[in-house]
């Protein structure tokens, strides 16, 4: 399975604001999506990256 899912599971943010309408049809009560980072100071600019684009920052 994870040499399907590789290519396009890259651990990276979300950038596109497309994901707040799945987000919206869905309702999540959460939602798990890893990041891969070196550093925390790398974890710094991911994460609101991501944040941004589901519309929480």
């Known amino acids: ?8 599971n890259q651990h990276l ?9 799945i987000l919206d049809l869905l309702q ?3 939602v ?3 990041l891969n980072y070196k550093d ?11 944040l941004a684009a589901c519309g929480l920052l």
């Open 13 to 21: 943010p979300f950038t596109s604001t497309a994901i707040r309408k």
């Open 32 to 34: 798990v999506h890893e």
């Open 1 to 8: 399975m994870q040499d399907f899912t590789q290519p396009y």
């Open 28 to 30: 999540p009560e959460y």
């Open 40 to 50: 925390f100071s790398q974890l710094d600019t991911l994460l609101p990256k991501q």
